[in-house]
Nanobody
């Protein structure tokens, strides 16, 4: 599985961006998919994850600092995982990465073994 993140850019505070994680090769419908971010000089941190689609849909979990502003979703027909980011703040500025894993859900980036290359998000004040 190879992942590619896209959709980053420069936006003013309060604006929105939609990131997309696409795959080449094998489907990721049975993978837990996560978004992470890394700001300069900081460690990579968890943003959100989404479970594989089950009989009753998916479960999502968010970090406290994006809860209510960001929404993670997946489209199994297109084999993509998106991150809708609203009400962006300057502190959201970072490189955003998508990643997937099999098995249990996780917030620790060390638990994910397949990563995309990252997309830069810059929020100006």
């Amino acid at each position: 599985v190879q992942l590619q993140a896209s959709g980053g850019g420069l936006v003013q505070a309060g604006g929105s961006l939609r990131l997309s994680c696409t795959t080449s090769g094998r489907t990721i419908t049975m993978y837990v998919a996560g978004w992470f971010r890394q700001a300069p000089g900081k460690v990579r941190e968890f943003v959100a994850f989404i479970t594989p689609t089950g009989r009753i849909g998916t479960d999502t979990v968010y970090s406290d600092f994006v809860k209510g502003r960001f929404t993670i979703s997946r489209n199994d027909n297109k084999n993509t995982v998106d991150l809708q980011m609203n009400s962006l703040k300057p502190e959201d500025t970072a490189v955003y990465y998508c990643a997937v894993k099999q098995g249990r859900t996780a917030k620790d980036p060390e638990d994910y073994n397949i990563w995309g290359q990252g997309t830069q998000v810059t929020v100006s004040s």
